[in-house]
């Protein structure tokens, strides 16, 4: 079982960016995927998830959109108006309905947002 992400780089602020979630010996619309984010000295921290709901963290709706492709088994995170804030690694996961933390995680994909 294996999760790539991918998509990150380095945008100005107002930009946008489209990070991508493959998945590999898993098929992704059997779970909730989440993205989440770390920077330096913090916590991971909640982006957005999917699992026929859309879930997102207050400072990034209205802003970023999660979407599946089922057919390509990838999940992606489309983010606009980025903020330098929204600087950090990104990471997709995989969660079972019963699980109670995610499952399988991706390596992470770096965003960097300049001022």
């Not at 790539?4 to 100005?12: E, H, K, P, R, T």
Request: charged share 20%; proline share 2%.
């Amino acid at each position: 079982v294996q999760l790539q992400a991918s998509g990150g780089g380095l945008v100005q602020a107002g930009g946008s960016l489209r990070l991508s979630c493959a998945g590999s010996g898993l098929t992704l619309s059997n779970y909730r995927v989440g993205w989440f984010r770390q920077t330096p000295g913090k916590e991971r921290e909640f982006v957005a998830a999917t699992d026929g709901m859309r879930l997102y963290a207050d400072s990034v709706k209205s802003r970023f959109t999660i979407s599946r492709d089922n057919a390509e088994n990838m999940v992606f995170l489309v983010m606009s108006s980025l903020k330098p804030e929204d600087t950090a690694v990104y990471y997709c996961a995989a969660k079972r309905a019963f699980s109670a933390r995610y499952d399988f995680w991706g390596q992470g994909t770096q965003v960097t947002v300049s001022s």
